[in-house]
């Protein structure tokens, strides 16, 4: 198996992105999974690294990324030492991000015959699977859709009326980093650029209109998203599939760090369920 880690993805204006890709060397016709992780997260977190091996070893060449404005840097991309980026964040700011990984990933391969890049699937965790979703209504490269522990709409998240007047007022609103103990900020652009894009980011109406083939997993023990969420999405597009997975949490009972060789069963089954899923 290749992997390479930490790439470099140059960009003229905007922040670079930092991409990790694991390949067989052996395989040929090796379709293209791309992973979005979710709010807080990062692509070395947890398993996921795990994970992209299986997939990997399964015959598929799957990119993993960290957005832009995640917080991390290209030298530490893991403890959010950028927070003025973490605040500065939103959500365009991650699709045009998704839409930068999945334009190099087929440059970056072209010349590799092992490699189909006109076969690309989108994996989302999290926030990151209502991004994946925007992407996929909109963006014909797509060829399938996977939701991991998705949320369903971006808009109640940010709050009621009160919450959103205290944060225009103040200019910013700190949420707490559970394991780094960050006081992590979020700037009100965050809010304003959602209700400029607001259509364009209305998860529910990209939903009604993938006509790719989707998958929707999550599990029934999750305490971040409610399961209530997947179920929305299947009623939005009645043609997706939903698989529940029973006792899993929102990382399907993986956590950060994961010094175990190998992936929880939750996650292990969330795997083979997206690899039978693409092939």
Known sequence: MTIDKHIILERDGKKPILIDTFYSEEKSNQPIVIFCHGYKGFKDWGAWDLMAEAFANAGFCFIKFNFSHNGGTMENPIDFPDLEAFGNNNYTKELDDLDAVITWSQNHFKSNSKID????????????????????????????????????DFASRFGSEEALKTWKEDG????????????????????????????????????????????????????????????????WNPKSQLKVIENADHVFNTKHPWSKSELSEELKTVVETAIQFII
């Open 172 to 235: 910013v609103k700190y949420v707490e980093n559970g394991r780094t103990k960050q006081q992590m900020p979020h700037y009100y652009q965050f809010f304003e650029d959602f209700e400029t894009h607001k259509a364009k980011l209305d998860i529910k109406a990209a939903t009604t209109q993938i006509d790719i083939p989707m998958l929707i997993i999550h599990g029934d023990n999750d305490t971040s998203v409610n399961i209530s969420e997947a179920e929305a999405l299947q009623q």
């Open 117 to 152: 890049t006109n076969t690309i699937c989108l994996i989302g965790h999290s926030r990151g699977g209502g991004i994946a979703l925007l992407k996929s209504s909109e963006d014909q490269r797509i060829t399938k859709l996977i939701t991991l522990a998705s949320v369903s």
